[in-house]
């Protein structure tokens, strides 16, 4: 049964950082591409960044571009999401999911992951 647990949420200051870690387990970590998205209160589930098998693709949202950083250990089973220079609009809670999307024109789309974590929570306080 695959697994992916979250964790480095909390409740950060406007400007500061944190590093969310995603291990995963259940199935061979490094053939899938990972994904991080996050909902806020009252809105849609949102991408933020996703990051191939091998580590030599990426993608950000827009809204994250330049602060956010994904990348993944393969030999730890292991996604991550530096977020820096974070702001009051980046709260929400964050999901990491993995799966085989079939190319970077899908990684935003969350309908191609097949495993989803059950979140953690990220507040950034103004």
């Known amino acids: 049964q695959v697994q992916l647990v979250e964790s480095g949420g909390g409740l950060v200051q406007a400007g500061g950082s944190l590093r969310l870690s995603c291990a995963a387990s259940?199935?061979?970590?490094?053939?899938?591409?990972m994904a991080w998205f996050r909902q806020a209160p009252g809105k849609e589930r949102e991408f933020v960044a996703a990051i191939s098998w091998s580590g030599g693709s990426t993608l950000y949202a827009d809204s994250v571009k330049g602060r956010f950083a994904v990348s993944r250990d393969n030999a730890k089973n292991t996604a991550y999401l530096q977020m820096n220079s974070l702001k009051p609009e980046d709260t929400a809670v964050y999901f990491c999911?993995?799966?085989?999307?079939?190319?970077?024109?899908?990684?935003?789309?969350?309908?191609?992951?097949?495993?989803w974590g059950q979140g953690t929570q990220v507040t950034v306080s103004s």
């Open positions: 999911a993995t799966g085989i999307p079939g190319g970077r024109n899908y990684y935003a789309r969350a309908g191609a992951y097949d495993y």
């Open positions: 259940g199935r061979p970590f490094s053939n899938y591409d």
